[in-house]
């Protein structure tokens, strides 16, 4: 099937590959990135029952075989030979693609493809991670370390699926307003070790879910140290950093941390249905924007902090 690309999210793992940050043998040159896209069907090619041309379609960045144990798991996320947009092949950063058909996702024609294509990558991640990963619960209490593109989708989502209390931490203050308006009680963390203690302080030692939405050692030793007992660390963001934790308190205080790596395909239809059905605050998440000729200033941008929640980057046609 052959997508003409509306919009891409920019993703800070863009920069990493960019900035030619990731392991040697990862790198594939040239490579046209992006992976956070949203578009039109424009050709059909086989296998896209269900799809029309001119349809609006949300595309998972990461994709399967479709054989491996993993896929027949209904985890192609982790599929053995995975397929990584704008990392083990062309992106989305183009004004086409072509990739199967039944990786391409129906929206309703309604759906502004400028905004919701932020949900093919950092809406469906967290969407996973919070659904599957942790499952939060209802009535729970979330703590999200980082309020980035990643952070700010997190709090949408957990509220979206039931959290009743939701703290944002991040150094920022334009990210922490931004995090109110979702909802969540802001927690500036700048200057501050052990912010855990006020965590815990504020909620009544009662978040049993925290994210790490930085990829920082510190940020995941904090949000380990948050959680109560029983409570769960979902890690989100990518760091080669090594952690310390007193391995007491996974056996003493029934702690887990886990990773969580983009989203199952078999997902997107639900992620699907929350964005049409109003439950993403694209307002708040997307800040800016960009044409695809301005890409790198938009790189540089956000590695210099001056983003907000999501950048997007619009194709031009
Ligand atoms: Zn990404
Ligand atoms: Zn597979």
Redesign the pocket.
Known sequence: MLVEVAANGLCHTDVTYYEATIPEKMRIYPLILGHEAAGKVVAMGTGAEGLAEGDSVLLPPVY?????D??QAGL?NL???SVFLGASRHGTYAQYVALPAKFAFKMKPSVDLERACISADSVSTVYYSLKERVGVQKGESVAVFGCGGLGLAALNVARELGAAKLYAVDVREESLEAAKKLGAEPVNSKGKEKIFKELKSASGDSIRIALDCVGHGTTITEAFNTVCKGGEVSVIGFTLDEVNLRAGNFMGLQKRIGGSWACPTRLYPEVVELLEGGGIDFDVLVSKFYDLEQVEQAFHDLEAGKIVGRAVVRIPH
């Open positions: 399967g075989c479709g054989d491996c993993y896929c192609d599929c053995r030979k």
